[in-house]
């Protein structure tokens, strides 16, 4: 799975699986709004903070922790490999 990494306005880091929880959209090829991202396909916003679906929307995308230290991103290797895979939204 393809992780995607986010750099909002707020100078805040998030990191998620590139994929959207109702038909798989690519996340990174979303318009990103403060914390939020929507879906370049259906408009689905998810959280970036959680992964969460907002709104009347279900489900969710998992959230990788990284830590950003002298300019470079570390994402949490356990967290990356040890990931179950996402099911997606009826």
């Known amino acids: 799975e393809e992780i995607a990494i ?9 990191a998620l ?3 959207c929880p109702h ?6 090829q979303g318009i990103v709004h403060g914390s939020v991202v929507t ?3 259906h408009n689905w916003n998810i959280s970036l903070r ?15 922790p990284l830590k950003v230290d002298a ?10 490999l040890g990931r179950p ?4 939204a009826a």
């Open 85 to 88: 895979a996402m099911k997606q």
């Open 71 to 80: 300019g470079r991103i570390y994402l949490l290797r356990d967290a990356v």
């Open 39 to 41: 879906c370049p396909l």
């Open 6 to 14: 986010f750099h909002t306005l707020a100078n805040e880091f998030y």
């Open 50 to 64: 959680s992964g969460e679906a907002l709104g009347d929307d279900k489900g969710c995308v998992p959230t990788i």
């Open 23 to 28: 038909k798989r959209g690519p996340l990174s």
């Open 17 to 19: 699986v590139n994929s």
